[in-house]
């Protein structure tokens, strides 16, 4: 490390803020973190029809911009009909939804979109989708199903091959040591999510950014309703220095390259990007120990919940 007092910035590049508290807001900001991308998903308990769709899509381009930025977190979405809910005939109908939120400034992506069960109803809702997001030309995020997970991956590859797509304008997530091996030369970037006991934790992350590099991939946190935590970006950033990376290679992977890859939509808006005061301030002293040497940015505009 060449700067004992420098701190990453840290850009999550999927994570679901829908269900974190207002601490968590707090924490992250303290720590480093100044901006989000949070993907529509299935919250758990299923929808049964398209109008609770409505007002959830509402909450992430409008809700959840307006309660990230008072912790100077700048907050974006992708937006989409997750691949469980697209099973159900009930929330079809979501997808005739969604042209009216693609045009929205906020969103930046088409996703969570792809595979859970591989079903012909998921074929259907996937292949639809990324033909919205050729249309109003924004990246897709491709969720990769936990059983099954190489097949899975493969498939998705093959539903983008079939698509009018081009592969840099997608990222291939929740992807394992397995699966990463299958995307790394198809064009697509990679995604990864570091979860505390599942999936991917901060050291066999670093381990993959030895054997791969830093170019086009994306770590996120997730932190989902799951047992998660939204801080394992900064775990994995402090990961890879301790592993030897410079600071250069933590600023390409958890602030460059999800620029470079959400920035395709021609919407990401990373301008004035702040720490809000009230964050510091009321952080408790167990918060202040787990975040210690937290960066400060700049002050956030008042009117900036209003952007979306």
């Known amino acids: 490390m060449d700067d004992p ?3 990453p910035r840290i850009f999550d590049a999927h994570i679901h803020m829908t269900s974190r508290t207002t601490d968590d807001y707090e924490r992250m900001s303290a720590a480093g973190v100044r901006a989000v991308v949070e993907p529509a998903f299935c919250l758990g308990q299923p929808r049964t029809n398209p109008a609770s769709f409505v007002d959830y899509f509402d909450a992430l381009v409008g809700w959840e911009p307006f ?15 997750d691949p469980k809910e697209s099973n159900d005939p009930r929330c079809h109908e979501v997808i005739d939804l969604l042209p009216r939120y693609l ?7 088409v996703g969570e979109i792809g595979y859970e069960s591989m079903t012909p109803a998921e074929d259907e809702a996937f292949a639809a989708q990324l033909a919205l997001a ?31 797509i081009d592969p840099g304008r997608v990222v291939i997530d929740n992807l394992t040591e397995v699966s990463a091996a299958v995307v790394r030369d198809s064009g697509c970037w990679m995604g990864f999510s570091i979860y ?12 993959l950014l030895q054997m791969y590099g830093t170019e086009r991939i994306l770590i996120s946190s997730a932190a989902d309703w799951g047992r998660s935590d939204p801080l394992l970006t900064v775990v994995t950033a402090k990961a890879m220095l301790a592993a030897g990376f410079g600071e250069d290679d933590v600023d390409r992977v958890f602030w460059r390259n999800p620029a470079e890859f959400y920035g395709q939509s021609g919407r990401l808006d990373l301008s004035a990007v ?7 301030e009321s952080l408790t002293a167990v918060e202040s120990s787990a975040v210690a040497g937290s960066r400060a940015v700049p002050d956030a505009p008042a009117a900036a919940a209003g952007a979306v």
């Open 196 to 207: 505390p006991e599942a999936t991917m934790s901060p050291e066999r992350m670093v381990d």
């Open 5 to 7: 007092l420098w701190r």
């Open 103 to 109: 045009e929205k400034d906020g969103v930046v992506a």
């Open 134 to 164: 050729v249309a109003y030309g924004l990246p897709a995020l491709v969720h990769t199903p936990q059983c099954d997970r190489v097949r899975g991956t493969r498939r998705s590859l093959a539903v983008v091959d079939e698509s009018a």
């Open 67 to 81: 309660r990230a930025i008072q912790f100077g977190i700048r907050h974006h979405a992708a937006l989409g009909l």
């Open 274 to 280: 702040a720490e809000s005061s009230a964050a510091v």
